[in-house]
């Protein structure tokens, strides 16, 4: 039976009654309308740990103003269904007021990682993932947390938070899970209607052109950086690119010519929807590896 905890004092006694067993504790952080992606995640917890920890909680601070907070997709029941199946043992869903102080006034800022790509088209937004991420790691004092790949730069966002802050957890970065047609699976794909769909797969295609391209040998960042735009432009006014690059993996840094591993990663704006995809490539005989 998955337990549903909404009070911080609750988790923080289930948290002492773990330590005194000495069991590790998994924890996925999400914002709930949970997909396969979300689950794969917690498979994984499943896996590696002796309890596994959910978090579903709409974090308003990595909204910016006029972005889709109010309307954001929430199902807390038939989330609370997915997560039975999966055997989580907590689900922790705080309201907002439980998790935000009146007049807060700590910022974790990752500085750097944090400024480009997702940064400065949604300035702001890593300073809320990392103040709430920060928050959850102290209630829950997970042993492990679990984060998907899909969203690149958070995963970088977070590795340097936790070295940087020497926070006592590992993190661990799950595969992109996509639907059947390949399109990476995200809570916002229900904004999209058919014909948005047909578009949003430029992206995911773009992707696989940019991997095979780097495994027939191609290492320029400028010809893979064409190639990434080519499959991604479309005659339709709004879809746009916000942007496509290849990056160093852990400095984000671009790249110009691919000696070992390096990050393709690109968004399309789809209508009113912003569709996230990257791979990990690395240049033929470079040892390869995930996240
Ligand atoms: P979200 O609820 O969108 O904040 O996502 C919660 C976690 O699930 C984040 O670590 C995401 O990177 C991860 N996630 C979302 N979509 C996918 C996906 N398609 N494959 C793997 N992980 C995902």
Redesign the pocket.
């Known amino acids: 039976m998955t337990r549903v905890i909404r009070e911080i004092r609750e988790v923080r006694e289930y948290v002492e009654m773990l330590k005194r067993n000495r069991f590790s504790l998994g924890f996925?952080?999400?914002?709930?309308?949970?997909?396969?992606?979300?689950c794969?995640?917690m498979r994984q917890s499943f896996r590696e740990n002796d309890r596994t920890a959910v978090s579903i909680y709409v974090?308003p601070l990595q909204f910016l103003p006029g972005e889709d907070f109010e309307k954001y997709p929430r199902q807390f029941e038939c989330d609370l269904a997915r997560c039975e199946e999966e055997k989580v043992d907590i689900v922790f869903a705080p309201t907002v007021a439980a998790m935000q102080p009146l007049g807060r006034s700590t910022v974790v800022k990752v500085e750097g990682v944090s400024h480009e790509y997702e940064g400065r088209v949604r300035p702001g937004h890593f300073d809320g993932v990392a103040t709430v991420v920060s928050s959850l790691f102290n209630v829950v004092q997970p042993t492990r947390a679990?984060?998907?790949?899909?969203?690149y730069q958070?995963?970088v966002v977070l590795r340097r938070m936790v070295r940087d802050l020497h926070v006592p957890v590992d993190l661990v970065i799950?595969?992109?899970?996509?639907d059947p047609d390949g399109l990476?699976?995200?809570?916002?794909n229900v904004y999209l209607s058919a014909d948005d769909r047909a578009e949003a797969l430029r992206l995911a295609r773009a992707i696989v052109a940019g991997e095979r391209a780097v495994q027939s040998g191609e290492t320029s960042g400028d010809r893979l950086r064409a190639i990434l735009r080519d499959a991604m432009s479309s005659p339709r006014a709004d879809v746009t690119i916000d942007y496509a690059d290849v990056v160093h993996p852990d400095t984000l840094v671009p790249i110009q010519s691919i000696e070992s591993r390096a990050v393709l990663i690109a968004v399309l704006r789809v209508g009113r929807v912003r569709l996230l995809d990257n791979a990990i490539v690395a240049a033929p005989g470079a040892p390869s590896g995930g996240a």
Not at 28 to 38: E, I, K, N, R, S
Not at 174 to 178: A, E, L, M, Q, S
């Open positions: 996925v952080p999400t914002m709930g309308a949970l997909h396969d992606g979300h794969s995640l974090n679990y984060f998907g790949q899909k969203d958070q995963t799950c595969p992109i899970v996509r990476a699976m995200s809570s916002r």
